[in-house]
């Protein structure tokens, strides 16, 4: 089955405790990108990726880095968590249709 | 920069219409409709990718007016199944990956 796999689901940590939130996708884009969803805010832009070894910021890119060692991969890494990042995240894929395919969400919780 | 939706939100009664809008400051080359029900991930609807193009997907229906850089999402006799945030995006820069207005909350009353 086509799909974006994002882990954890859930997670609570304390500020400053690193953290990686894992995005595989089996379908084969080139591009993936992170978003965060907060109430009123709608969909965020974190980072995007346009392929192996190339990623851009996108809107709201402090606190939080990526990499795209491999096509299939997107972590989104938190150096430094602080309360401000408490989101849901949702990672996506791009197909060359231009359709995206999201991840379920990772709820983040940083005390 | 994310576009502009209108209303933040509708509340329904079954069979009834609705209609969202979303605008751009800037040039629109396509506009992509998601939505996303409650506690869920948003999924795809359609995608507009020329000025004057319409396009329906059950009764769901889009238009894209290039010039005026907004496009609309008509929801014809509305269902329960209808409920939930509906997103436009548009691609920002050289991504093609959209960046997603602030949603629009639809709520379908029986």
């Known amino acids: 089955e086509a799909q974006v796999t994002q882990n954890p689901r859930y997670l609570i940590t304390v500020t400053g405790k690193k953290l990686t939130v894992t995005c595989s996708q089996n379908?084969?884009?080139?591009?993936m990108s992170w978003y965060r969803q907060d109430p009123g805010l709608g969909l965020r832009q974190i980072y995007y990726?346009?392929?192996?070894?190339?990623?851009d910021k996108g809107d709201v890119p402090e606190g939080y880095k990526v990499s795209r060692k491999e096509k299939r991969n997107f972590p989104l890494i938190l150096e430094s968590p602080s309360p401000n990042q408490t989101s849901l995240y949702f990672c996506?894929?791009?197909?060359?249709?231009?359709?995206?395919?999201f991840g379920a969400g990772s709820r983040l919780t940083v005390l | 920069q994310q576009p502009v939706q209108s209303p933040q939100a509708v509340i329904l009664r079954e069979g009834e219409d609705a209609v969202i809008n979303c605008s751009s400051s800037?040039?629109?080359?396509?506009v992509h409709w998601y939505r996303q029900k409650h506690g869920e991930a948003p999924v795809f609807l359609m995608i507009l990718l020329k000025g004057g193009e319409q396009k329906g997907h059950d009764k769901i229906s889009a238009s894209f007016n290039e010039k005026k850089q907004q496009s609309s999402l008509y929801l014809t006799a509305s269902q329960l199944s209808y409920s939930g945030t509906y997103f436009c995006?548009?691609?920002?820069?050289?991504?093609?990956?959209?960046?997603f207005g602030r949603g629009t909350s639809l709520i379908v009353h029986p």
């Open positions: 996506a894929s791009r197909s060359g249709a231009n359709v995206l395919t």
């Open positions: 800037k040039a629109l080359y396509s």
């Open positions: 990726s346009m392929n192996v070894e190339v990623t």
């Open positions: 995006g548009t691609p920002s820069g050289g991504s093609y990956i959209p960046t």
């Open positions: 379908m084969n884009h080139e591009y």
